[in-house]
C-alpha cells in the first residue's frame, strides 16, 4: 500500500527562530477545550431528560441483522483486548526510542496512560440519574474507545513524518468501528464514545504542549499535513454531521412537543453512528493537525529531508 506522505510548506529562505510558546499555548487550549467538551456532553447526554432519552434510543436501536456488518463488528470487539492494547503501546514507545525521539515516546505513554486512567475514574465516579426509564449504571465515557483512540493517536505521533496521513486514515477507521460496535452491542451509548474521543484529544493535546515547550528554541518550518488526508476527513465529517443532526434533530423535536412518531430503531441507531463517525472525523483532523508540527531546518535554511529528520512537534 502506497503510503499518504505529508506535505511541507515550501522552506523560507532563512531559518525561522525558536517556534515560541504561542504554539505550546495553542495546544494547552485545545486540550481545555476538549476537556470542557466532555463536560458539557456530560450535561446535555446525561443530567438532561431529553438527551438520555435521544441517546438511549439510539442505543437500543441497534437491531442490525446484516451477517457482514455484525461480524466485523464482534470481530472488532473481540480482537480489542487488553494484551492487544499494551502490545500496540509497547510497539509505539520502541519506534519513538528507535527514532531518537524519546520526547514522542513520553508522551505517547502519557497520552495512552492518562486517558484511559481519566475514563476509568470518570465512569467510576460520575452519576447517572434515571431520566430515561432505563436503570443502568453509569457507562460515560467508553473504556473500549478510549483504549482503541489513545493507541491510534499514539502512532500517528511516533510514526515517520510520511506515512502519518495512512496511519491516520486505518487509525479512525478502525476506531469508528470500535465506537459503533459498542453501542451495537449495548455497552454504551453515542454520548460516552464522543466522550472517550474527547478525553483522548485533550490528553493528545496536553502531551504535545508538553513536547513542544521542550523543542520551543529549535527553528523550524511549519509542517502540513497531507491535503487530501484533511480533505477526506473534512468531507466525511461534514456529511456525517449533517446526517446526524437531521437525524438526531428529528427524533429530539418530536420527544419534545408530544408528538408520537414512529420512528424506527434502526433510524436512531444509523443517526447515533453518523453523530460518532462526525467526532470520530474531527478529532483525528485536529490531532494530525497538532502532530504534524514543525520540520527542523538546517544552519543555512534548508528544511531537513523527512526521511532525514525526526519529525513531528
Known amino acids: 500500500m502506497t503510503a499518504v506522505a505529508e506535505r511541507p510548506e515550501t522552506a523560507p529562505t532563512a531559518p525561522r527562530g525558536g517556534r515560541g510558546v504561542t504554539?505550546?499555548?495553542?495546544?494547552?487550549?485545545?486540550?481545555?477545550?476538549?476537556?470542557?467538551?466532555?463536560?458539557?456532553?456530560?450535561?446535555?447526554?446525561?443530567?438532561?431528560?431529553?438527551?438520555?432519552?435521544?441517546?438511549?434510543?439510539?442505543?437500543?436501536?441497534?437491531?442490525?441483522?446484516?451477517?457482514?456488518?455484525?461480524?466485523?463488528?464482534?470481530?472488532?470487539?473481540?480482537?480489542?483486548?487488553?494484551v492487544s492494547l499494551v502490545a500496540v503501546c509497547l510497539a509505539a514507545a520502541t519506534i519513538g526510542i528507535m527514532r531518537r525521539r524519546k520526547d514522542l515516546a513520553?508522551?505517547?505513554?502519557?497520552?495512552?496512560?492518562?486517558?484511559?486512567?481519566?475514563?476509568?475514574?470518570?465512569?467510576?465516579?460520575?452519576?447517572?440519574?434515571?431520566?430515561?426509564?432505563?436503570?443502568?449504571?453509569?457507562?460515560?465515557?467508553?473504556?473500549?474507545?478510549?483504549?482503541?483512540?489513545?493507541?491510534?493517536?499514539?502512532?500517528?505521533?511516533?510514526?515517520?513524518?510520511?506515512?502519518?496521513?495512512?496511519?491516520?486514515?486505518a487509525g479512525a477507521a478502525y476506531v469508528l468501528i470500535i465506537a459503533v460496535a459498542t453501542i451495537w452491542a449495548g455497552w454504551h451509548r453515542p454520548s460516552d464514545t464522543i466522550a472517550a474521543l474527547l478525553v483522548v484529544l485533550a490528553w493528545g493535546a496536553l502531551a504535545s504542549a508538553l513536547v513542544r515547550a521542550g523543542r520551543v528554541r529549535i527553528t523550524g518550518v511549519k509542517a502540513r499535513p497531507n491535503?487530501?488526508?484533511?480533505?477526506?476527513?473534512?468531507?466525511?465529517g461534514g456529511i456525517s454531521g449533517v446526517l446526524a443532526l437531521l437525524g438526531l434533530g428529528a427524533i429530539a423535536s418530536a420527544d419534545r412537543v408530544g408528538r408520537i412518531v414512529d420512528y424506527?430503531?434502526?433510524?436512531?441507531?444509523?443517526?447515533?453512528?453518523f453523530a460518532v463517525a462526525a467526532a470520530v472525523a474531527v478529532t483525528f483532523t485536529v490531532w494530525v493537525?497538532?502532530?504534524?508540527?514543525?520540520?527542523?531546518?538546517?544552519?543555512?535554511?534548508?528544511?531537513?529531508p523527512a526521511s532525514a529528520h525526526s519529525g513531528g512537534l
Not at 227 to 236: D, E, H, P, T
Request: charge should be positive; include cysteine.
Open 23 to 82: 504554539h505550546v499555548l495553542v495546544h494547552a487550549f485545545i486540550a481545555l477545550v476538549s476537556a470542557a467538551g466532555v463536560a458539557a456532553v456530560y450535561w446535555i447526554c446525561v443530567r438532561h431528560p431529553l438527551g438520555q432519552v435521544v441517546d438511549s434510543m439510539v442505543m437500543n436501536g441497534a437491531d442490525l441483522d446484516h451477517p457482514r456488518v455484525v461480524s466485523v463488528l464482534r470481530r472488532a470487539l473481540n480482537g480489542t483486548t487488553l
Open 106 to 169: 513520553a508522551a505517547a505513554a502519557l497520552l495512552v496512560l492518562g486517558a484511559n486512567a481519566t475514563s476509568q475514574l470518570l465512569k467510576s465516579r460520575l452519576t447517572r440519574p434515571d431520566l430515561d426509564g432505563f436503570d443502568m449504571p453509569n457507562s460515560f465515557p467508553s473504556g473500549h474507545t478510549t483504549a482503541a483512540a489513545s493507541v491510534a493517536f499514539a502512532l500517528i505521533l511516533v510514526l515517520p513524518f510520511a506515512i502519518r496521513g495512512t496511519v491516520a486514515l
Open 227 to 236: 491535503r487530501y488526508v484533511m480533505l477526506l476527513f473534512a468531507v466525511a
Open 289 to 304: 493537525r497538532l502532530a504534524a508540527g514543525d520540520r527542523s531546518t538546517s544552519p543555512d535554511g534548508e528544511p531537513i
Open 264 to 273: 424506527s430503531g434502526r433510524f436512531a441507531f444509523l443517526a447515533g453512528a
